[in-house]
């Protein structure tokens, strides 16, 4: 029933600009948080920005802090990572995920915290 649908990945040179979206269906939107993790060939799959059910606090990793935004269109039932200053080692495919949040004051930053996904979308950039 529940369903997250990402788009937007493609192949970008370096130091260009991608927007994923994340379309959700069959919950409340806004009652999840949600986060995007990524995951290149051959390594487990990572952190990258998580966001709270409203988008009132959000939280990036190290790698991608200053160059990534976490948003959502509660309104839309989307989820959106804008992702700028991209460098070769962005490269993998991004996966989006929600968990019904108790309370707006949360975001979560482990996989094993989300009971939902998406299938994910490729990001490759080129040197």
């Known amino acids: 029933q529940v369903q997250l649908v990402e788009s937007g990945g493609g192949l970008v040179q370096a130091g260009g600009s991608l927007r994923l979206s994340c379309a959700a269906s069959?919950?409340?939107?806004?009652?999840?948080?949600m986060g995007w993790f990524r995951q290149a060939p051959g390594k487990e799959r990572e952190f990258v920005a998580a966001i709270t059910r409203s988008g009132g606090s959000t939280d990036y990793a190290d790698s991608v802090k200053g160059r990534f935004t976490i948003s959502r269109d509660n309104a839309k039932n989307t989820g959106y990572l804008q992702m700028n200053s991209l460098k070769p080692e962005d490269t993998a495919v991004y996966y989006c995920a929600a968990v019904w949040a108790y309370s707006s004051s949360y975001y979560y930053t482990s996989r094993g915290q989300y009971d939902y996904w998406g299938q994910g979308t490729q990001v490759t950039v080129s040197s």
């Open positions: 069959g919950l409340t939107f806004s009652s999840y948080a």
